[in-house]
């Protein structure tokens, strides 16, 4: 029999509806890729028992002819979703022992529509980072290595896990979230594709907050069909998330070979950047060109405020975090690690609870919101933003329908290899990609080619609001048009 893990999420689903593989069969098969995975560190939580049970159920609805649109397909969730009577960490030591008593909306959506959970996802701590190196429970291996190389490499954060659980075959699809790019950094350094939808296209109540002006829920799969599909049963309207947007949830697979023919897209001269890596200019040359060969119109645009975006971000991110999460004090859940009085108590929990990046964000984040500093920082920041918002604004006003740039200005890089001495070079990771956060747009991430090395690069497409849609439609071009990368070498196997 060949390997099940090996197909996409779409044949999955069709050879299920058409009884030619079971359920149980598709999760048996993916629990015996993740026991022999655990070199890469992708889950922090295995749900073995729990993915089976679902697995029959799933298999009964399909006989009985009451299959959902994700009947029997296995997925990973990013542990930063809370699953109800599983254990959820936030990839922090400050959740010790935590297992929520309610599950996400977004992940309720997909175990209403007949998804298989296989399990919790590693991360960045607190979703605070672009190489899943601050994770409590240890950094993820990309399944990727250079070529001839064993240099265990990053996967990109802060969703890594779930990055690498997808490329390395260890399920079909995984939820992420992506608060400055944590799911489209991470999808273009492992060869997978990743949307970062449109702010308030999924609720975000039930995953544990970061910023929460600029988090968004989005998927990662191994196709842009994949992801359409995913995208549609996590997306919708929630009640329980003032900030979720009450509009009807498009069929995004439909979207998924429209073609581009007619289409405007847009070049930013700004994402153009000194000491930009060759290979990743000749990348953006290449989708340029797939674009025009279908039938797209190219123009160069202006978005003159972008390099004000990293920093913006680097303030209004980390004063969200501190407010945020100024609810973990060893009080209500979690870790409590007793002091002398109250405060002692927090202290001493905080202290230990929370790693060295997430406690530099809360400094920093206290700092900018602090009387005598708010209007020179946190002001001026929110500004910036508004400015960055505009010229997206603006740009479609023009007529432009999407956007292309880079996702990364790198391929991966190795374990421990950046950030170390300075933070600004982790960083510079985002530098693509915060804007589309602090503009509330969709973006979403597409294989392109390989590094010279041989690790796979990925290209952006920024969108209207609300129009992943045509997001889905570009993105399928560049897939098409890409040469076929292989999957990874399974060296952990
Ligand atoms: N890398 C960025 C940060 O560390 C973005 C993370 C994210 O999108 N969650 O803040």
């Known amino acids: 029999m060949t390997d099940l893990t090996g197909l996409t999420l779409t044949d999955a689903r069709d050879s299920l509806a058409q009884k030619k593989i079971s359920a149980v069969e598709l999760a048996k098969a993916h629990i015996a890729a993740i026991e022999k995975a655990r070199a890469l560190n992708a889950f922090i939580v295995e749900t073995p028992e729990k993915a089976l049970a679902m697995a029959r159920q799933s298999d009964a609805r399909i006989a009985k002819g009451e299959a959902g649109p994700l009947e029997g397909i296995p997925l990973g969730i990013k542990d930063l979703y809370c699953t109800e009577g599983v254990r959820t960490t936030a990839g922090s030591h400050i959740l010790e022992g935590f297992v929520p008593p309610y599950e996400s909306t977004v992940t309720a959506n997909l175990w209403r529509d007949g998804a298989v959970m296989l399990g919790k996802l590693n991360l960045d701590e607190f979703a605070m980072g672009s190489s899943n190196e601050t994770s409590y429970f240890g950094p993820v291996i990309s399944p990727w290595r250079r070529r001839g190389s064993n240099t265990p490499l990053v996967p990109g954060g802060s969703s890594g896990g779930s990055a690498a659980a997808v490329a390395a075959r260890l399920c079909f699809g995984a939820t992420a979230t992506d608060t400055g790019g944590s799911i489209r950094q991470p999808a273009a350094f492992t060869g997978t594709v990743g949307i970062k939808p449109t702010y308030g296209r999924c609720s975000r109540w039930g995953i544990v907050a970061f910023a929460s002006s600029l988090d968004q829920a989005g998927p990662i799969a191994r196709g842009v069909r994949d ?27 439909a979207a998924v070979g429209r073609g581009v023919k007619g289409l405007k897209i847009g070049i930013p001269k700004e994402y153009r950047r000194d000491g930009m890596a060759a290979e990743i200019e000749n990348l953006w040359a290449q989708g340029i060109a797939w674009l025009q060969a279908a039938g797209a119109t190219i123009t160069d645009i202006s978005l003159p405020h972008t390099r004000h975006a990293l920093p913006a971000y680097y303030i209004v991110a980390p004063a969200e975090a501190s407010s945020n999460l100024a609810r973990y004090d060893g009080v209500r859940y979690g870790l409590r690690v007793p002091g002398k009085d109250i405060d002692g108590m927090y202290e001493n929990t905080r202290a230990a609870g929370f790693g060295k990046e997430v406690r530099r964000r809360i400094m920093i984040g ?28 603006t740009a479609f006003a023009e007529g432009i329908d999407a956007i292309l740039t880079p996702a990364t200005p790198s391929a991966a890089f190795g374990l421990g290899e950046k950030g170390s001495s300075d933070p600004v070079e982790m960083y510079l990771n985002d530098i693509f990609t915060v804007t589309v956060n602090m503009a509330g747009l969709p973006g979403i991430a597409v294989p392109a080619g390989v590094s010279a090395e041989g690790l796979p690069l990925g290209l952006q497409v920024i969108g209207r609001a609300f129009d992943e849609e045509t997001l889905f439609s570009v993105a399928h071009v560049i897939e098409q048009a890409a040469p076929k990368i292989a999957p990874p070498e399974k060296w952990w196997a």
């Not at 900018?368 to 997206?392: E, M, P």
Request: no cysteine.
């Open 366 to 393: 206290t700092y900018v919101l602090s009387a005598g500093y708010y209007d020179a920082y946190y002001v001026r920041a929110q500004k910036i933003r508004t400015l960055i918002k505009r010229d997206f604004e």
């Open 227 to 253: 992801a359409a599909i995913l995208l549609r049963s996590m997306a919708g309207h929630d009640p329980k998330d003032t900030t979720s947007v009450d509009l009807p949830v498009p069929d995004f697979e």
